[in-house]
């Protein structure tokens, strides 16, 4: 059995690649399952993807990237089953899945982890809608053999034009990455507690919102340190706010600095496409985790056994500061926590599930 992923980025680059399928390329080859992963960014055009210098060179990339694309069809042909993880090509209709689907007759898997057919830009342009013409969604959900969907929310959506919708989580691996006790010998090196937050600069735009909140919490609690982990320094105004750059090789030991995880979002219909991952990260490493009642993140917090799911300011105040003053609590949340990850959110646990994508 021969598998093609088609995905935007290269392998081992992507949060969205790695925990939707990367982390299940070992459990494929176990099972005797022959793969080539091809992406539309090459490695090189990866790395300045978001640089704003390089806009030439980029539009250089995504014609380079056309180009690949068209040229991979001619391999299709010797594939079983074509992964595509939310589009073929990042612009324009749906026309290579088209030619996938219905002229060379290959079964698709097609894999999403957010409301990708909508937007959470404000005031987007007319031409950027078309540019990125989000419709196709559905058609390759309708083209698609199989759909594997990253929440209920999403699962629901996908429904709709396709009647083999497996709810597949955006997972954890719980026993060689998010291992807390792999890491249980370093020493701890803030003094303070840490109010922590990780994700990308797309999502900064959320936790500015529960800034006013942090900014009491500092006041009253001296001793409190809010961690920032991302690809972009926030514009807060926190004085004990501490900011690391994202980095793949230490991600784990800089989220094991924290000590409460945090995770707000807005209670809109792209926020409910989410797939929990910060919430996942936290509850994996033992730390309790304060989030907004969100999509699927009233499903994997247990509210006061494993975190708190906080709808206003006061909430989230109070919660933050019960765990605060309350280290056992936080002890027992972490717990409790990590044995939620890895009952329902573990590679493990969802292995066969994923592999039952491809039957």
Excluded at 181 to 201: A, C, E, F, Q, R
């Amino acid at each position: 059995m021969k598998i093609l992923f088609i995905v935007p980025y290269p392998l081992g680059e992507s949060p969205s690649q790695r925990f939707r399928f990367e982390q299940y390329l070992k459990a494929l080859n176990s099972k005797g399952y022959a793969w080539k992963l091809d992406s539309f960014l090459s490695p090189t055009a990866w790395t300045r993807l978001y640089d704003p210098n390089k806009n030439f060179l980029k539009t250089i990339d995504i014609i380079v990237g056309i180009l690949r694309r068209t040229a991979s069809l001619f391999s299709v042909i010797r594939y079983d089953f074509v992964f595509i993880h939310r589009e073929v090509a990042p612009m324009g209709p749906p026309v290579f899945e088209w030619i996938i689907a219905k002229v060379l007759r290959k079964k698709i898997i097609y894999d999403f982890d957010d409301a990708i057919w909508l937007t959470d830009r404000v005031n987007e342009s007319v031409f950027f809608r078309i540019f990125k013409w989000r419709s196709k969604v559905q058609a390759i959900c309708r083209w698609s053999y199989k759909v594997s969907s990253g929440n209920e929310y999403l699962r629901s959506y996908a429904a709709k034009f396709n009647k083999q919708v497996v709810l597949n989580p955006t997972t954890i691996d719980t026993q060689r990455v998010h291992n807390p006790d792999v890491y249980s010998g370093l020493p701890k090196t803030d003094s303070m507690l840490v109010i922590g937050w990780t994700g990308s600069h797309s999502t900064l735009k959320y936790l500015q919102e529960l800034e006013s909140v942090l900014q009491k919490i500092e006041s009253d609690f001296p001793a409190i340190q809010i961690l920032v982990i991302a690809d972009k320094k926030p514009d807060l105004k926190l004085k004990s706010l501490l900011f690391i750059p994202w980095n793949e090789k230490t991600e784990i030991e800089d989220l094991m600095r924290i000590d409460i995880g945090i995770m707000p979002l807005p209670d809109d219909e792209w926020a409910k496409g989410k797939c929990g991952f910060k919430a996942l990260q936290y509850m994996a490493l033992k730390m309790p985790a304060v989030a907004s009642p969100v999509g699927v993140n009233s499903q994997i917090i247990d509210e006061g056994i494993n975190g708190f799911l906080c709808s206003t300011p006061e909430h989230w105040e109070s919660s933050l500061i019960k765990l605060i003053n309350d280290a056992s609590l936080r002890k027992q949340m972490g717990e409790n926590g990590r044995q939620r990850i890895v009952d329902h959110y573990s590679v493990a646990s969802n292995s066969s599930n994923f592999l039952s994508l491809f039957e």
